[in-house]
């Protein structure tokens, strides 16, 4: 079956600290990005990717950082200059061709306290 | 500015119609999804409109006129399970998503 797996469903961080949200797609997408969804607001794009080694800053990248070193691989770090990281973060690729229609991971819950 | 707008909650009656609304505004249009996510999990795709005119995929159907900016989401025959949020998503002219905060339905027996 091919999709996307975020891991783990539910992480807590204390202040301060570090955390890689892992993301891995088997639909052999080029594209996949990072979202994060905060109760009444729309996703926010973080970062997105369109190809291996490379990437670009969404809306709300600071605080956070990727890499895209496998096709299939893209995690995500918060980082602790990220000053509200508590949040769902939902990981999706799509094909690079209209309509670009992407498709989600089951996302993880982080609760930083 | 990009903004995309739809309801925050409706409620509905099972085996009733819905029409949830969005109006959006992009830099350049490359088409209006409609997806739907249950609470705590993943959204997953509806529809997807890039010329104007009506949609029909089962109970679901998507509406979108491009002149208005404006695209509604219409589900028939409301059965309990479709309680959930709709979110509503504009392609901007990089292909990037806009999201809108998503419109909770509630259906009541």
């Known amino acids: 079956d091919g999709g996307i797996t975020q891991s783990p469903k539910y992480l807590f961080r204390k202040e301060g600290q570090n955390v890689t949200l892992s993301c891995e797609q088997n639909?052999?997408?080029?594209?996949m990005y990072w979202y994060r969804q905060d109760p009444g607001q729309g996703l926010r794009l973080i970062y997105y990717s369109q190809i291996v080694n490379d990437f670009q800053k969404g809306d709300i990248a600071e605080g956070y950082s990727v890499s895209r070193e496998k096709k299939e691989s893209f995690p995500l770090t918060v980082t602790s200059a990220q000053k509200n990281p508590t949040a769902f973060y939902l990981c999706?690729?799509?094909?690079?061709?209209?309509?670009?229609?992407?498709?989600f991971g089951p996302g993880t819950r982080l609760t930083v306290t | 500015g990009q903004n995309i707008d739809q309801p925050t909650e409706m409620t509905a009656t099972e085996g009733a119609i819905v029409q949830i609304n969005c109006t959006y505004q992009t830099s350049g249009f490359n088409g209006l999804f409609w997806y739907q996510q249950h609470a705590g999990e993943a959204p997953t795709f509806l529809s997807y409109?890039?010329l104007d005119g009506l949609e029909e995929k089962g109970r679901f159907s998507s509406f979108l006129s491009r002149s208005k900016g404006y695209s509604y989401l219409l589900l028939k025959e409301l059965q309990m399970k479709d309680s959930a949020s709709y979110l509503c998503?504009?392609?901007?002219?990089?292909?990037?998503?806009?999201w809108g905060a998503g419109t909770k339905l509630i259906i009541k027996p």
């Open positions: 639909l052999n997408h080029d594209a």
């Open positions: 999706a690729s799509s094909i690079v061709q209209e309509p670009y229609e992407q498709y």
């Open positions: 409109n890039v």
């Open positions: 998503a504009a392609s901007d002219s990089n292909y990037q998503l806009i």
